[in-house]
């Protein structure tokens, strides 16, 4: 049982909802790239990455893009007065695991930075070099750009699409050398992107 206790908008069209354990307990603990399955008032269950600090016990932080055309969930969290709220939750799991390696790319599409962001934090506090390039339709779009920017040790490039384009895959995947990993999230646009450019040197390394 989780208990909301703080919501914010971190971007256009986007909410993050901030929870505790209900009876104030410890919190299961979690790593980069983990998910909970959330149970919201109408019954509805949707997971979520968590985007908070990795390592944090007693709250949990997730994001969600309003999609207007969707299923109902993402319109409940942005309508929904959730403050004060209890939600039922699985416990975090974590099919998107990040690897120990000695460089990192981030490759994140809209609210896709939610699983990358706590890696981010992962990488600058092990003093491992990473770069993140960060696209959506606007810079308004893009979510948690002040953590970033505070993360050391990384390069951030940004791309709103309505200003640069789309995000120059071939490039980024280019520059990822022999050794680094590569991590992405975002639409299936951008998912499969990645996919259709990576060749035998990358296939092991690229983590969707």
């Known amino acids: 049982a989780l208990r909301v206790i703080q919501v914010r908008h ?49 709250l949990y932080r997730i994001a969600v893009l309003l999609e207007r055309n969707g299923r109902g969930g993402s319109r409940e969290l942005h309508e929904t007065q959730l403050v004060g709220q209890t939600l039922r939750a699985t416990h975090p799991k974590n099919h998107f695991e990040l690897q120990p390696a000695p460089r990192y790319v981030f490759v994140a599409g809209g609210i896709g930075i939610t699983p990358i962001l706590p890696m981010l934090r992962a990488a600058s506090e092990r003093g491992v070099p990473w770069e993140l390039v960060y696209g959506a339709r606007s810079r308004s779009a893009m979510a948690f750009l002040d953590e970033i920017a505070a993360m050391p040790g990384g390069q951030v490039t940004l791309v709103p699409e309505e200003t640069d384009g789309r995000l120059d895959l071939p490039g980024t995947l280019g520059r990822a050398g022999a050794d680094a990993h590569v991590y992405c999230c975002g639409p299936a646009g951008l998912v499969d992107g990645v996919l259709d450019l990576c060749d035998e040197r990358l296939a092991e390394r690229v983590h969707v």
């Open 10 to 58: 971190p971007a256009q069209d986007a909410v993050s909802n901030t929870v505790a354990a209900a009876d104030a307990a410890p919190l299961p603990n979690w790593t980069p790239g983990a998910h909970i399955d959330v149970v919201l008032p109408s019954g509805l269950v949707r997971n979520y990455s968590l985007c908070g600090p990795p390592g944090e016990r007693h």
